[in-house]
């Protein structure tokens, strides 16, 4: 049976003239600092709950069998129920603030949603950093998650909507960029805040009030976009803003194409019970197994736990928060090989590539851990420190394909997938199913670690195997076509093609059918 290697080349191009101005570079840099937000939370709560003082604090029971009992199984030393749910309950919050954010960045617009979730965000910064209690820990955490749930829905629609055409890829993984410098950023907050012994853990947690701020600016200072605009019915102010934008005086043509999207939008009255529909099938399928396969590659036990898991290693608490720093940076760095490469050698070969790396690391890694540890989880003997480097680079190749392939592409493609008429909900199903497992791992990581022992990394060694083959069989390569002829890469692929209807020319129909633009003065 062939299997289409998603080859498809497009009949036409839209082309849309206007310039990656100045000006709308800096908006979409300056939009895309919302991603930091989201990175910090991920890289901090891991080195707060690694630090000696916090635990001590917060979760006595957890503190005293880290450091008191030293002949106690490596792989249960941090079990703790609360611990986890300490780094999880944002997961939850940001899930159910994303449902509410995309009737918010409808109604009242990009930017307001964007401010929502900075001021949220703040507000739960500063409970974290004056923490008394673990109730405030948690509460700080919820509200932390609301900012993120409302940041993540409304900043990748601001990029997709305000990025030049053609730039749209590219700027759509600068969102994924600022996710992993603000990891980054955490790791080494971290590192440094901790040699504070008493309450470093604080600065800790109050430096997310620096990302926040610049979101709570940045939404203050950045235009709305012009399709929000006309969604909400002011349509000199967005064609004023395409015009700056783009930089041109023409662009009638691109105007004309937003409101008949707009009007088209609107037409739609059941965007969720259209989603059910035989023909969305393939979009439905990814929006949810996209999410659950990225969250299900383990990135973020390293992402959440390095600093705990390196110190399970065995290392020392300034070598793991420095172990952390490394993987962070390798994160960041690798991002930019997917910018540079995600349109030149197209999204299948990434995601492929990426598996297979990812999947070898993972069978390394767990035959290391199981080597030192065995069943027992205590240390066989003392191992040399080359060997506790060699799974520190093996976790950095890990986290290195993930960060070119994974990372970004499960944002990147379901954004470019959906048809106009099931977005919004489509990219709503797409965040929850995200944060929902987001938060499944998180939960239970430490305690599948004390189950599953080295195991553990087996497990997600299975999920990277059958993820691959997924993608080999069921994704088609989006590189290089317009959203609007997309629906004929499901028709012409092997598998989903039972799905469209030999009529359902509806979308592309449409982009040859454009009417000559109206002139708009
Ligand atoms: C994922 C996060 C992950 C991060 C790591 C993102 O794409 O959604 O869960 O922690 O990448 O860089």
Redesign the pocket.
Known sequence: MPIPSGGFVPQHQKEYPGNATPFVLATCIVAAMGGLIF?YD?GISGGVTSMPSFLKEFFPSVYKKEELDTSTNQYCKFNSETVTLFTSTLYVTALLASLVASTVTRKLGRRRSMLFGGLLFCSGAIINAFAQNVAMLIIGRALLGFGVGFANQSVPLYLAEMAPYKYRGALNIVF?LS??IG?LVANVVNYFFAKIYDWGWRLSLGGATIPAMIIIIGSIVLPDTPNSLIERGMYDKAIENLRRIRGIKEVDKEFNDLVEASKASNKVDHPWRNLVERKYRPHLTMAIAIPFF??FTG??II?FYAPVLFKTIGFHDNASLMSAVITGAF?VLATFVSIYGVDKWGRRLLFLQGGVQMLICQVVVAIFIGVKFGVSGNPAAQLPQWYAMLIVLCICLYVCA??WSW??L??LVPSEIFPLEIRSAAQSINVSV?MFF?FVVAQVFLTMLCHLKFGLFLFFAFFIFVMSVFIYFFLTETKGIPIEEMSIVWKNHWFWCRFIPDNDDNDLEMAKNRQPPKSIN
């Open positions: 990175g991920i994924q996710i992993t990891i990225q969250q990135i973020n992402m994160n993930f960060a990372g970004p499960a944002w995200n987001t």
